[in-house]
């Protein structure tokens, strides 16, 4: 968790979504004659809303508001996380679901998209108010959720804890039933599978390492000696701090809620985890430098790691990024404009729905495992995620430079279809990430039709 979104665009974030895949449709193309097939995949299947009374300790009964959007269920049933978090609105939810749909397309899963949250400060709930809260939202979706319909998972504030809740009451509701594949994330004594956990940061390791090895950065090779910042300490964060740091990179930044620490020849992540879970920051280290909150995206480094929440780069700040490299481990951590500011500057984004889809590539491990009544091992569960976070890295790496070499054939098809809009923008890799992910919905809903 990191300090309140900075969002001096003025737009809220299924707008964000929306300029993103505006960016990559037209680098799809149309198949077996589906044309108006891509817009309609933009729109969210349905959206749920749900009014959730709940005891807090003290018998005053509270009132909060949950969400769940099935984007897309083109290519299998919904999946995605549950978030307990202020800013939980249906603006939010529509655009983390969209994305949903799009990593696991990019990954090669075969679900769709989806999303949940609680508009709640999740700080101030005791456990067992989070236990009620969890239970009364879990009954309230009623059949909207299902191991064959919608998935749920962890994302912000909830963990293997939450889901544990979720499925015990899910199971209440439907006795005699198989009901382990309905949500994902669970305590490995209840059919979870362990490296879930570390699963989304380390995806992004590899996402990385393999980008490094395939030459993306000029002058560097492997993340041995490179200087990395992250933002947010929370699980992608702290995770990505361990993994990076024990390849041989220095950790050089670091930052949470309350601000940001910086040491010039490196920190060490697990002394910095144990100062936090004993003070509840990560500020205060002996020998460290102070950062304001944000300051932790400007710092001298060659990675930064946006591992908190969305639109955290900004035009404001974009301009002071001193990496070379940003890996997306947040959802939605980059505005369109700080996008474009990043890549004017030839500072390359490994966006989102690539970098940070490890989570829901090791949730298919375990739904698919909870359904075969199998338990994989962890050695298993890691190459796997190796393999498709490599092939998921090459195809987007492939997929920009082939747009790079036809961008005449683009342009013109573009100014032909659009005379009167502007330049259509240069593929960087998020637009290239989006363009494989619709592509592929577009051929699943070509196969498929349009019923009736
Ligand atoms: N909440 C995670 C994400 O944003 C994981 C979702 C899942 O495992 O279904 O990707």
């Not at 890295?393 to 054939?409: C, F, K, P």
Request: net charge negative.
């Amino acid at each position: 968790m990191t300090a309140a979104p900075v969002l001096d665009e003025d737009r809220d974030l299924h707008q964000i979504a929306k300029i993103q895949f505006d960016r990559a449709a037209p680098y799809t193309e149309v198949v077996d004659g589906w044309r108006g097939m891509a817009q309609w995949l933009f729109q969210p299947e349905r959206i749920v809303e749900v009014v959730l009374p709940v005891r807090a300790d003290d018998g005053y009964v509270h009132i909060y508001r949950g969400y769940r959007v099935l984007h897309s269920s083109v290519r299998g049933p919904g999946k995605g996380g549950i978030r307990f978090h202020p800013d939980a609105g249906p603006a939010e939810v529509k655009a983390l679901a969209t994305w949903m749909t799009w990593k696991c397309a990019l990954l090669d899963v075969p679900f769709g998209g989806a999303k949940g949250g609680v508009a709640c400060n999740p700080q101030l709930l005791s456990k067992g108010e989070k236990e009620r809260l969890t239970r009364r939202f879990t009954a309230a979706l009623g059949e909207a959720i299902g191991p064959h319909t919608d998935i749920p998972a962890p994302d912000l504030y909830t963990d293997s804890q939450t889901m544990a809740w979720m499925y015990d009451t899910y199971s209440m509701m439907h006795p005699g039933e198989a009901n382990l594949p309905i949500v994902t994330g669970k305590p490995v004594s209840l059919g979870g599978v362990t490296g879930r956990a570390s699963a989304t940061a380390q995806g992004g390791f590899y996402v990385t390492e393999h980008y490094l090895e395939m030459g993306g950065l000029p002058g560097i090779s492997s993340l041995e000696g490179a200087r990395v910042a992250i933002q947010g300490f929370g699980n992608a964060g702290r995770y990505a701090a361990n993994l990076f740091h024990e390849a041989g990179a220095l950790i050089v930044g670091l930052s949470d809620s309350q601000g940001g620490i910086y040491h010039e020849t490196g920190l060490d992540p697990g002394l910095v985890g144990r100062h936090k879970d004993l003070t509840g920051s990560v500020i205060g280290i002996e020998d460290t430098v102070a950062l304001p909150p944000m300051g932790v995206l400007e710092v001298d480094c060659d990675i930064l790691i946006p591992a908190a929440i969305e639109t955290q780069l900004t035009a404001e700040n974009a301009p002071r990024v001193q990496a070379a490299l940003v890996v997306e481990l947040a959802n939605g951590p980059t505005t369109p404009e700080a996008d474009d500011i990043l890549t004017s500057r030839s500072i390359r984004v490994l966006p989102d729905i690539l970098a940070n889809a490890g989570g829901v590539v090791v949730s298919y491990f375990e739904w698919a495992q909870n359904i075969e009544n199998q338990q994989w091992d962890d050695a298993k569960v890691a190459s796997e995620l190796r393999r498709r976070m490599r092939r998921a890295t090459e195809r987007v790496v492939a997929r920009r430079a082939a747009l790079i070499d036809g961008i005449e054939m683009y342009r013109s098809r573009w100014h032909e279809m659009r005379p009167n809009y502007p330049e259509l923008p240069l593929p960087n890799l998020r637009t290239a990430a989006t363009a494989v992910a619709v592509q592929t919905c577009r051929e699943a809903a070509a196969q498929r039709g349009v019923w009736p």
